[in-house]
Nanobody, 116 residues
Framework: QVQLVESGGGLVQPGGSLSLSCAASGLTISSYVLGWFRQAPGKEREFVAS????????WYADSVKGRFTISRDNAKNMVYLQMNSLKPEDTAVYYC?????????WGQGIQVTVSS
């Protein structure tokens, strides 16, 4: 059974930083693209960042380039999203996801709120 479990969300002030973690189990990590998506109230879910396990190639949405960093820990089967210089418009529920040919597996989501 595939499980993706996010942690690390919360409330942060504008300009602050937050780190999200995603624990992956039940799948062969090296075969999947792992990513982060987010959904703000009243908006559709959008792509944030992704990486290929082998080689570590990464992709980012233009809105987060230079501020967010996706990374992984092979030994722990963990994926991380380091978020710096956070803005109120980054407020959303953030989801970890895994893709073989399509985004097949999703975590339950975790709230990130950027507010003073």
């Amino acid at each position: 059974q595939v499980q993706l479990v996010e942690s690390g969300g919360g409330l942060v002030q504008p300009g602050g930083s937050l780190s999200l973690s995603c624990a992956a189990s039940g799948l062969t990590i090296s075969s999947y693209v792992l990513g982060w998506f987010r959904q703000a109230p009243g908006k559709e879910r959008e792509f944030v960042a992704s990486l290929i396990w082998l080689g570590g190639f990464t992709w980012y949405a233009d809105s987060v380039k230079g501020r967010f960093t996706i990374s992984r820990d092979n030994a722990k089967n963990m994926v991380y999203l380091q978020m710096n210089s956070l803005k109120p418009e980054d407020t959303a529920v953030y989801y970890c996801a895994a893709k073989l040919f399509t985004w097949d597996y999703w975590g339950q989501g975790i709230q990130v709120t950027v507010s003073s």
